[in-house]
């Protein structure tokens, strides 16, 4: 019989609906049960396209002798961390100060008045490699509850206590100036791998936001160093695993340095993020790879995560039936050379082992490997590759899929809305923006209030019950400004001030100008969550700091601009020491120190050509942060459009930055040469 999960909109949750665990949703409802019972809160964190959350739940959630137990001496909470980052962030907060490490599945014991006092990820259903089994945990922990409550309360108040008292070092509230910026290059420059691209060792993760900066350092400083790691690791990435060499788009991270064997699920996040990460590296150096990967990754978000009502969902899963039956890690993607020879014959087959990089011994698993695009010497025939690859995607999309995520998650769809906008716009690919401006839509219809709060997640075409987070905010008003400057409609310059209001009122530490990951009118949790640091998007804080800065450029509202400055002044402090961790709001300071700059395009139509070249260029231009307002003179759609005439009856563009305006010009060689940073 299904439990009280069968009725939500997560698909991780709906996942659990027909485990023999009772579980509750995260509700007032399930903590006043486990008071009322006398028992502690078994809290379960996962996400649908978590390998392990898969795992832990097939041999423990839905096995009947541990459910009975845990029903027995347990109030069981299930948790889907993309839908609530909140009730997330606050307790893996608390697993890695109490455990040093972290991770998904996340199982906390709490007291009925939400107190951590036990903390784990994964437990296996026998002991193994010095890791209790689950049971052992569960008998120990209520062994413990029974026996020695009073020890249990007093370290579960202990950790609450110690968790109020990591409150952030904000530094001070000024933006991080030449020096800072420079000792963060500095500090990637000591971190970088050389040999491979990217950054640290194994596991090697997409650094998508440090990306960013780099570029944009490069177009403000000319730093060749800055630009050669960003290039030579989007060429690693592109030609490593990680990436989908048929399909397009991108996996989680690679589990080994040289981006061979990925972490297959896909998520919504990083797909976005590298796609406007390869648009730009071919805005600053017109490579073709990066056309090709830009280009590719949208194509695979808008085929394969684009859902029915226009929005994208959240993630494709790691795991899928290798078509025994059997759900294995990486099935749809891996091949043997006797699948290849199956599919092209053996002249063709041979061919494209050489060319993806697959060997008898495998890459990955049990003799298979991850296609790849290792440099090799000699010339492919570039018809013949294209031949192979289709035949190759032909026979993959028989093979039963990886489940998808269904659910549309605000902060993702903003990511995503930037990425389609721009793309779509640098390779004329009406067809990108259009789906960007769809996806738009979806969140101004179902998303948004009349208050213009947002809700973090829908799925189906029914919003989710859960209040938006301030990445929703920032991440959704950064898509609206991008979409804004390519499509020159106003509507969505306003629908990101509409958000970006919520977060001066209800995220911003008025006293200090730092900002909370919640609403100040959000549930109270343990600890309000609070986290500058990039993860594997941009964190709200640095997120909510270059979303201001844009308004603020196209507005010349100082209140933001304000806010901006003084929500940067954190990356002052860490900027120097983490650079890895920060690089969006390293990514944000730049822009700072270079303006930004504000570029208004005016003619008498944006289909106009004279228009279109103009505007064109502007989008194009590397200056860091630069915004672009177009329409027809006088036209009330952007404050920047405000008194700029036409140029001798000819379309113009103007460029201003710190109080100070260029002379106006009609030549787009002219444009391009004051936008190159």
């Not at 406007?276 to 085929?303: C, I, K, N, P, Q």
């Not at 609070?530 to 209140?559: F, K, M, R, V």
């Amino acid at each position: 019989m299904p439990n009280r999960l069968a009725h939500e909109t997560s698909p991780y949750l709906l996942q659990h609906a027909d485990n023999p665990v009772d579980w509750w949703p995260w509700s007032s409802e399930a903590f006043e049960e486990a008071r009322k019972r006398n028992v502690p809160v078994l809290l379960s964190v996962g996400y649908s396209s978590c390998h392990w959350c898969h795992v832990m739940a097939h041999e423990s959630f839905e096995d009947q002798e541990t459910a009975e137990y845990l029903n027995q001496h347990y109030v069981s909470v299930k948790v889907d961390r993309e839908e609530r980052p909140d009730v997330d962030a606050v307790y893996m907060e608390a697993v890695q100060a109490a455990t040093g490490q972290g991770g998904w599945p996340m199982t906390v014991f709490l007291t009925p008045d939400a107190e951590p006092f036990y903390f784990g990820t994964y437990f296996p259903p026998a002991p193994r490699q010095g890791m209790p089994s689950f049971r052992q945990v569960l008998q120990g922990v209520h062994q413990a509850w029974d026996e020695r409550r009073d020890e249990v309360t007093e370290v579960a108040e202990k950790i609450v206590r110690d968790l109020a008292g990591r409150e952030i070092s904000y530094g001070d509230a000024r933006t991080p100036g030449e020096e800072e910026l420079a000792q963060a290059l500095l500090g990637l420059t000591r971190e970088y791998d050389p040999q491979r691209g990217g950054f640290g060792g194994a596991p090697k993760f997409p650094p998508s936001m440090v990306l960013e900066f780099l570029l944009r350092h490069h177009a403000r400083t000319g730093a060749e160093g800055a630009l050669q790691m960003a290039r030579d690791t989007c060429e690693r990435m592109a030609r490593g695993g990680m990436y989908d060499q048929l399909g397009g788009g991108f996996a989680r991270y690679s589990v080994d340095r040289d981006w061979v064997v990925p972490h297959f699920e896909k998520m919504l996040y990083d797909n976005a993020l590298l796609c406007r990460v390869y648009a730009h590296l071919w805005r600053a150096t017109g490579s073709e790879l990066a056309r090709r990967v830009a280009l590719e990754t949208a194509d695979f978000m808008v085929r394969e995560l684009r859902t029915n009502e226009g929005g994208f969902a959240s993630a494709l899963d790691a795991d899928s039936d290798d078509g025994t039956g059997k759900h294995v890690e990486g099935a749809y993607y891996v091949w043997t050379p006797e699948q290849l020879r199956e599919v092209l014959g053996d002249e063709d087959a041979e061919l494209a082992a050489q060319h993806f990089g697959v060997t008898e011994e495998g890459t990955f698993e049990e003799g298979a490997s991850v296609l790849q695009l290792p440099v090799r010497d000699g010339v492919f025939d570039a018809g013949k590759i294209a031949s192979i690859s289709e035949r190759l995607l032909a026979k993959r999309v028989e093979r039963p899929a990886p489940g998808r995520d269904d659910k549309v998650v605000a902060a993702w769809n903003g990511l995503a809305i930037a990425a389609l906008a721009e793309t779509g716009a640098y390779f004329d690919r009406p067809d990108l923006v259009e789906a960007a401006v769809a996806a738009a839509d979806l969140l101004v219809r179902l998303h948004l209030d009349e208050q213009a709060r947002l809700t973090r997640t829908s799925k189906d075409g029914h919003a989710g019950a859960n209040a938006g987070v301030l990445e929703d905010y920032a991440d959704v008003a950064e898509g609206f400004l991008a979409l804004a400057s390519v499509t020159g409609e106003g509507v969505w310059l306003e629908f990101a001030g509409f958000l970006l209001d919520h977060v001066l009122v209800r995220f911003t530490d008025p006293e200090s100008g730092s900002l909370y990951d919640t609403a100040a009118d959000a549930e109270r949790l343990i600890r309000r969550p609070q986290d500058p640091t990039d993860n594997a998007a941009p964190s709200g804080w640095t997120a909510a700091a270059n979303a201001l800065l844009s308004y603020a450029a196209h507005t010349g509202s100082e209140p933001h601009r304000t806010a901006a400055e003084r929500a940067l002044g954190v990356v002052k402090a860490l900027g120097p020491r983490v650079p890895r961790f920060i690089g969006w709001g390293l990514a944000a300071a730049e822009a700072v120190l270079d303006g930004p700059r504000e570029v208004a395009v005016v003619g008498p139509a944006l289909d106009d050509e004279g228009t279109r070249a103009l505007h064109r260029t502007a989008l194009l231009g590397t200056a860091p942060g630069a915004v672009v307002a177009a329409g027809a003179p006088g036209s009330d759609e952007f404050p920047l459009l405000a008194d700029r005439p036409l140029v001798g009856g000819e379309p113009a563009a103007y460029v201003c930055r710190n109080f100070t305006c260029d002379a106006p010009t009609t030549e787009p060689d002219r444009l391009r040469t004051v936008l190159s940073g």
